[in-house]
């Protein structure tokens, strides 16, 4: 390949957004109970598309799942369409108040949430308690 055309290829690429940026499940009825059943530990993004906070969170979220791939070992992601589910059983079960409400579950336990919080610091801490009670699990 010529000099050029490989610069040329790399300058490119770096614009395009990774193709290897890990995604959430996008909830089904029933798809949290069957992954808690599983003896997993699991993240739940309760989101609505024009939420500003939602939005915010998710990059939170994602920018910190593409730095530390132990995030995705060992958490499973769902995120919760609001606008679908907000008077869903999902979301009134777990007494959820609004969109933009993160929390991580395992077995029966509410492991912690964080309601319309967007610091990054939180979000890890929120997602560093899953890791560290799904590790105690193995």
């Given at each position: 390949?010529?000099?050029?055309?490989?610069?040329?290829?790399?300058?490119?690429?770096?614009?395009?957004?990774?193709?290897a940026t890990?995604?959430?499940?996008?909830?089904?009825?029933?798809?949290?109970?069957?992954?808690?059943?599983?003896?997993?530990?699991?993240?739940?993004?309760?989101?609505?598309?024009?939420?500003?906070?939602?939005?915010?969170?998710?990059?939170?979220?994602?920018?910190?799942?593409?730095?530390?791939?132990?995030?995705?070992?060992?958490?499973?992601?769902?995120?919760?369409?609001?606008?679908?589910?907000?008077?869903?059983?999902?979301?009134?079960?777990?007494?959820?108040p609004r969109?933009?409400?993160?929390?991580?579950?395992?077995?029966q336990e509410?492991?912690?949430?964080?309601?319309?919080?967007?610091?990054?610091?939180?979000?890890?801490?929120?997602?560093?308690?899953?890791?560290?009670?799904?590790?105690?699990?193995?």
């Amino acid at each position: 390949m010529k000099r050029r055309t490989f610069i040329s290829l790399i300058a490119g690429l770096a614009l395009v957004p990774s193709l290897a940026t890990a995604t959430s499940l996008e909830y089904e009825p029933g798809l949290i109970k069957k992954a808690l059943a599983e003896g997993k530990t699991v993240f739940v993004d309760y989101a609505a598309s024009w939420c500003s906070t939602c939005k915010r969170q998710e990059r939170l979220i994602q920018q910190l799942r593409d730095r530390n791939p132990i995030y995705d070992q060992h958490l499973t992601f769902v995120r919760v369409d609001w606008d679908v589910y907000g008077d869903h059983e999902v979301t009134e079960s777990r007494n959820i108040p609004r969109r933009s409400t993160l929390l991580v579950l395992n077995g029966q336990e509410e492991l912690g949430r964080i309601v319309a919080g967007t610091n990054i610091k939180e979000i890890q801490a929120l997602m560093d308690v899953g890791v560290a009670k799904a590790q105690s699990m193995r």
